[in-house]
Structures are given as structure tokens and as C-alpha cells.
């Protein structure tokens, strides 16, 4: 059974609610009906058959994430805030996280930069002792910087401890070729616009086995994420991101650059980390505004100092150098973790 918990008003709808996300009609067959289990306090818990979709990734978004009932104007507020999902029902990262603070740098520009550019700016986010350096969003596979000759050049120019994610986001019907021709070239990650791509290719990547982790960006979430009549929590997005196959997930940050509230925040960062599935943790990534100035303050916020990556964009020009600003973040990174537990604790 799947257990989904949504804030909905009238709540006199619940039923209308279950029938949307199931059977559509009243007079539908039971076996595959939605039932309302609980309506109180602005909230309505539905229990869905598992039988219904499986673990079909597109199809639990159809229905239950972005279906129908958003369309619907039965309702003044929809939110899904919370799921509990079956027991190893989707398979979770492949790589356990590491116990301590990781940091990341995004290459910039994000658009415009030969593959040796990319390659060298890639180093320069290494030497300052980055764990991993990722793609923007943006880049692709354009002429101008051909992803298997990016691949070739950036992971030339950087020390294989450095996880490179190449953005390998593209046409659906290359998208697992162009993965494993990515990795066979020497890439050590990938990274899958998760939503502009559809959550199942996340699953369908880290289904291939390529032994490398996957980075999940988040663009497109917002669109689900931001609505706080209809819509869907963050905590119940990077769970999902999560359970489809993503070793690192994308949280927000605590800088006011992004959306996501302070509280939003640490709800997917416990999303990222607390036990569901009996499957791995991942890394909850916080990016967003996020530099060497305000590193500490975002590990503060963030209550921890295992499994989470401090992410710098264009923070990372603005210090002096990329070399500079990452090295001053992991400075910052590991004396705000070297603190005693008990004075982390009171902060």
C-alpha cells in the first residue's frame, strides 16, 4: 500500500480527491480504488493499492505527484506533503555518502567555453580541493564543445580523486548510450536534469550499473515545488530524486538566493538521509549562493557534518579566484566541522 498525505481544502473533497488519482468514477472497480483513510487538520491521507502502477516511476508522477487532481478546480489547495512508500520499491543511490562535508563547483560561464576552457577551469576548481566539479545545467552537447571531447579534456586536466559529472541531459533516445560513452571516456559521474529529462531516466541510468554516482539537478522542480496552494513539498521531491537513483540531490541553501525556506531546506536534507527503503543515503547538495563568506553559516543551518556538499556557482568567481574561493570554503567546511559535537549542538 502506498500512503500519500496531501493539505487539501475543502477537505469535504477527499473523495474527489481518491477518485481522480484512481478509479475516476464512482463507480469504479475496488480493487484498484484509492481510499480516504484520515481527513483532519487541513490534511487528507490516501492509501493507494501498489498493484495500481508498481514501482512506475512515470506513472506515480501521472497520478499521485502531478496528476489530474492538479487540474482540477475541486479544490482551493492541493499539497502533497508527504509519502511513505513500499519497502524496496525503487532502488536509491548506488554510493553510500561520505561521512564528512564534500564541496563542489559548478563550471562557469555555463554557456560558451571550448573544451580545453572547460577543462581549465576544472582544474583550477580542483587545485583549490573540490570533490567534485560538475557541468552547468545548460551545456549539452553543442558543437562548440562536444561532450565526448569535454569529457576527454576535463578528466586529462584533473586528479582522479575529483568526481567530473558531465551533463549528459539530452534527446530520450540517446540518453543511456551517451551515459556509457561518457564513462568509457573517463567521466566519474554524471549529472541528469532530472525533471526536464523525467524522473524514470534517473531510474533508467542508475539501472545501467556504470559504477559512477549520479547527480540529480533539481531545474524544472520549482515548478512542482513553489505552488503552496497546488503543488508538492520539496522534502517529498528530493526523497523521490532520491529513491529513483540519485546519489546526490539538490536541496536549496540557506543564503535567500533560492526558494526553498529555511525549514523547506532541512526537510530535504533529512529526506536525503533519514531510513526509507532499507536503501543508502544520499548527499544533500546546498547550492544556491553558496560561497567561501557564508560556508560555515550554511552548515550551521544545516545542522550537520556528514553527507552534505557545499555547492559553488558563481560564487566561486567571485573570490579572488575559483581556486581561492573553493579552497577557502573547505577551510571554512572543515573547521566549522572540527567544533565539538556539543557546541554544534547548542549554536
Known sequence: MIRAVYELDPAEAAETLALIESVGRA?????????????????????????????????????????????SSAFARCRLVRVEWPEEFFP????DPPDRVLVGGIVKPSLGLSPAEVAATASALAEGGADLVKDDELLGDPAWCPLEERVRAVTGAIPGRVHYAVNVTGPVDSLLAR???????????????????????L????????GVPIFAHRVGAALWARGRSIGVAPGVIAELTRLCGADYVQVGSFSGSV????????????????????????????????GPRNAAAQLEAAGRTDGVMLLLGSAAYDHGSPTEAVRATVEAARDHSARPKKELETA
Open 27 to 71: 463507480d469504479g472497480p475496488e480493487h484498484v480504488r484509492a481510499h480516504v483513510v484520515a481527513v483532519e487538520d487541513g490534511r487528507a491521507s490516501l492509501e493507494f493499492p501498489e498493484t495500481n502502477w508498481g514501482a512506475d516511476v512515470t506513472l506515480i508522477v501521472s497520478s499521485l505527484i502531478a496528476g489530474e487532481w492538479a487540474d
Open 179 to 201: 551515459a556509457e560513452r561518457a564513462v568509457d571516456l573517463g567521466a566519474t559521474a554524471l549529472m541528469l536534469n532530472a525533471f526536464a529529462q523525467g524522473l524514470d531516466s
Open 259 to 290: 526558494y526553498d525556506t529555511r525549514a523547506e531546506v532541512r526537510e530535504q536534507i533529512d529526506a536525503c538521509h533519514r531510513p526509507v527503503n532499507r536503501g543508502r543515503a544520499a548527499v544533500a547538495v546546498i547550492g544556491g549562493g553558496v
Open 203 to 210: 531510474r533508467a541510468l542508475r539501472a545501467l550499473g556504470l
Open 92 to 95: 536509491g543511490p548506488a554510493h
